[in-house]
Nanobody, 121 residues
Framework: QLQASGGGLVQVGGSLRLSCAASGRTFSNDYMAWFRQAPGKGREFVARVSMSGTITSYADSVKGRFTISRDNAKNTIYLEMNNLKPEDTADYYC????????????????WGQGTLVTVSS
């Protein structure tokens, strides 16, 4: 089970930190990722992190503004979001259970419930 939190309403240029706590099993052997889905659009990849946390990658649209990290001792991943833009408005989902280094939602088995981020201009 994944529990995402930290979403909210923020002004353009502001920051938020999302958290996703995993329970029920250990995810330290799985890749973990964040995806987002804006109204009327499909779910898109945002960022992913390796099992150890040392390797990360990002969608071009968030590169340089977002940072993904994980704490395996706490079974938790984070998404630090800075310089937020209106186009970042979406439901953000954490995901895990993938055994491949993937940006495809279909490769991830476990999903959080989503946390809404709204960026106002």
């Amino acid at each position: 089970q994944l529990q995402a939190s930290g979403g909210g309403l923020v002004q353009v240029g502001g920051s938020l930190r999302l958290s996703c706590a995993a329970s029920g099993r250990t995810f330290s052997n799985d890749y973990m990722a964040w995806f987002r889905q804006a109204p009327g659009k499909g779910r898109e990849f945002v960022a992913r992190v390796s099992m150890s946390g040392t390797i990360t990658s990002y969608a071009d649209s968030v590169k340089g503004r977002f940072t993904i990290s994980r704490d395996n001792a706490k079974n938790t991943i984070y998404l630090e979001m800075n310089n937020l833009k209106p186009e970042d408005t979406a439901d953000y989902y954490c995901a895990t259970g993938s055994t491949v280094w993937s940006t495809r939602p279909d490769d991830y088995t476990y999903w959080g419930q989503g946390t809404l981020v709204t960026v106002s201009s």
